[in-house]
Nanobody
Framework: QVQLVESGGGLVQAGGSLRLSCAASGSILIMNAMGWYRQAPGKQRELVAA???????TYGNSVKGRFTISGDNAKNTVTLQMNSLKPEDTAVYYC?????????????WGQGTQVTVSS
């Protein structure tokens, strides 16, 4: 199966930056998209940013202009550069990959990495 390993979370002051990385390994035949989602306590999981293979990235409204996603399909890695962080960005961030074989589509998730922004 597919495994996702995330890194780069931590504690940062408001206005600071963090960089999250995710590496996917396993039987990925066709990578369709990679992305990051987040979930704050008491809230639903929401899209942070996603990038389809060969396409343009999509960002959640609250992070536009501050976060940048980049992906490397050859290495099956995705990175999220987070700048100008705000306390409301505090959440567990999850890496997601959408992939398929010749018959079915799959969605795989990382274990999550905590990002805490102090005011």
């Amino acid at each position: 199966q597919v495994q996702l390993v995330e890194s780069g979370g931590g504690l940062v002051q408001a206005g600071g930056s963090l960089r999250l990385s995710c590496a996917a390994s396993g039987s990925i035949l066709i990578m369709n998209a990679m992305g990051w989602y987040r979930q704050a306590p008491g809230k639903q999981r929401e899209l942070v940013a996603a990038i389809p293979s060969g396409g343009s990235p999509t960002y959640g409204n609250s992070v536009k202009g501050r976060f940048t996603i980049s992906g490397d399909n050859a290495k099956n890695t995705v990175t999220l550069q987070m700048n100008s962080l705000k306390p409301e960005d505090t959440a567990v961030y999850y890496c997601n990959v959408e992939w398929s074989d010749y018959e079915r589509a799959f969605s795989s998730w990382g274990q999550g990495t905590q990002v805490t922004v102090s005011s």
